[in-house]
């Protein structure tokens, strides 16, 4: 929520702070194996009782959220590999940090209620995988009540008192899953209209055709997985879009040697002029 808000201001803000760390010689990897640290460290004091002190770690443990891309950019060094580390980062950080709680729980309360993080954890990732799944199939899944900025503002609220603790968790619990349900409901009805458009491409492509005549969509096609429907879809609208270039490319060529065929005709036309022109003055 915060992300989808706030993320071009805090860019913008952020910037000069990216190009000041690229010259001190840090780039974008080096902030997450920083975050990834303090994520351990973090785990460790908090699961030693020390709650308070989980705050500032906290903190530092999300430097690298916030500086992390304006490093890449600065320094012109955004790449694949990064992005996967940062990616793979992120979820190892948050098991880090709620083993953290899951180790204080054990120690300080009832065995039982250290399922509480295990259950956020587990949530939390079903959020994640959510969104990787749906950026694969091209559909945007960005958005909800409890993204990574949130998620660690209220972990941050939680550490700072003991007692307070196990109450914010189920609050934590409550909210990341809400999310999970909203961002579930906004991909299937995306995946829907997506999948919708693309049938109804492929029926308007088959029904239109010169020379053929219109086919249905037969219930075996209906009921193709839905990535093999999008997939379909794609390379038959490459397909239409590689004819038409083609088409144009021919056209333009034709035209082309049209141009010249006349061109040298009209040369043709001034030889001879001048060589009957030439022929009547000798004569």
Do not use: C
Not at 159 to 174: A, E, K, Y
């Amino acid at each position: 929520m915060l992300d989808g808000r706030w993320r071009k201001g805090v860019d913008k803000s952020t910037k000069p702070v990216g190009q000041f760390l690229v010259k001190l010689g840090i780039r974008a990897n080096h902030l997450t194996l920083f975050g990834l640290v303090m994520s351990a460290v973090l785990a460790v004091v908090v699961g030693s009782g020390h709650l308070i002190w989980g705050v500032p770690l906290l903190f530092l443990a999300g430097l690298p959220d916030l500086f992390d891309g304006p490093v890449a950019k600065a320094s012109s060094s955004a790449s694949v590999q990064g992005a996967f580390l940062d990616s793979v980062s992120d979820r190892v950080s948050d098991a880090l940090m709620f083993s953290g709680v899951a180790w204080y729980l054990i120690r300080v309360h009832e065995g039982e209620l250290a399922l509480l993080p295990v259950a956020i954890l587990s949530v939390t990732y079903v959020i994640s995988y959510q969104r990787s799944k749906a950026e694969s199939l091209g559909i945007s899944a960005k958005g909800g009540l409890m993204e990574r900025a949130e998620r660690f503002i209220l972990l941050g609220v939680a550490f700072l008192s003991p007692q307070g603790l196990v109450p914010v968790l189920w609050v934590f619990l409550g909210l990341v899953s809400i999310t999970a349900i909203g961002r579930f409901r906004l991909v299937w009805v995306s995946a829907a209209n997506v999948a919708t458009s693309a049938g109804a491409a492929r029926s308007y492509k088959r029904g239109w055709l010169p020379g053929r005549a219109f086919q249905p969509v037969s219930t075996t096609q209906r009921r193709e997985p839905i990535e093999e429907r999008l997939r379909t879809w794609r390379i038959e609208r490459l397909d239409r879009r590689r004819v038409a270039k083609d088409a144009h490319r021919a056209k333009r060529e034709d035209r082309r040697i049209r141009r010249n065929g006349e061109w040298r005709s009209q040369v043709d036309k001034i030889k001879s002029w001048r060589t009957s022109s030439k022929a009547t003055r000798q004569a």
